[in-house]
T-cell receptor, first 115, second 115 residues
Framework: DTGVSQNPRHKITKRGQNVTFRCDPI?????LYWYRQTLGQGPEFLTYFQNEAQLEKSRLLSDRFSAERPKGSFSTLEIQRTEQGDSAMYLC???FGRGVGDEQFFGPGTRLTVL | GNSVTQMEGPVTLSEEAFLTINCTYTATGYPSLFWYVQYPGEGLQLLLK?????DKGSNKGFEATYRKETTSFHLEKGSVQVSDSAVYFC??????????????FGQGTILTVHP
């Protein structure tokens, strides 16, 4: 399967701990996005990479959140000092192109539960 | 800012009934419009899209027309099947500013189709 993969699929942690998620986009896709989805809501944009450059960050992304995409391949999203409000599904998507009408391919998500 | 509003859900229909899910948007510039679908236990996937006014997107019997005058992108299907049961998200990607193709989603509409 050559789709977008995310690991882990589920993560349970205690408040105050740090967590890191990984996203492997479709090979050759130059764009990579992170979204967060809470129950009963649509996904909300967190951050965007074009190749290895992080070009946009949402105001939702507090200082406790950091994302990287070394060498323009996989990406990691780290949350430091987790809070119960961080509990959500974290989605990664990738696309290829330069336009705004390009299809984004989504991974299965990482479900984070902060106790 | 950009926003997407979907009709309140959930929607419950009998097989072969006609489906309409309303979607309206607010955006600057000329957005591209999308419908994404999330089947039970699966990730988000693109159902259809339209990138300019009066365009009609279609796929798997679903259709939606980009109406700039009413800022709407309603999803329709003439005869639904049990297999169409899923959560449907309307989304836009803005052409203006530095949006880099990020998606703004509606809250989602749960569709359940009974035999």
């Amino acid at each position: 399967d050559t789709g977008v993969s995310q690991n882990p699929r589920h993560k349970i942690t205690k408040r105050g701990q740090n967590v890191t998620f990984r996203c492997d986009p479709i090979s050759e896709h130059n764009r990579l996005y992170w979204y967060r989805q809470t129950l009963g809501q649509g996904p909300e944009f967190l951050t965007y990479f074009q190749n290895e450059a992080q070009l946009e960050k949402s105001r939702l992304l507090s200082d406790r959140f950091s994302a990287e995409r070394p060498k323009g391949s996989f990406s990691t999203l780290e949350i430091q000092r987790t809070e119960q409000g961080d509990s959500a599904m974290y989605l990664c998507a990738s696309s290829f192109g330069r336009g705004v009408g390009d299809e984004q391919f989504f991974g299965p998500g990482t479900r984070l539960t902060v106790l | 800012g950009n926003s997407v509003t979907q009709m309140e859900g959930p929607v419950t229909l009998s097989e072969e009934a006609f489906l309409t899910i309303n979607c309206t948007y607010t955006a600057t510039g000329y957005p591209s419009l999308f419908w994404y679908v999330q089947y039970p236990g699966e990730g988000l996937q693109l159902l259809l899209k339209a990138t300019k006014a009066d365009d009609k997107g279609s796929n798997k019997g679903f259709e939606a027309t980009y109406r700039k005058e009413t800022t709407s992108f309603h999803l329709e299907k003439g005869s639904v099947q049990v297999s169409d049961s899923a959560v449907y998200f309307c989304a836009l990607s803005n052409a203006g500013g530095t949006s880099y193709g990020k998606l703004t989603f509606g809250q989602g509409t749960i569709l359940t189709v009974h035999p």
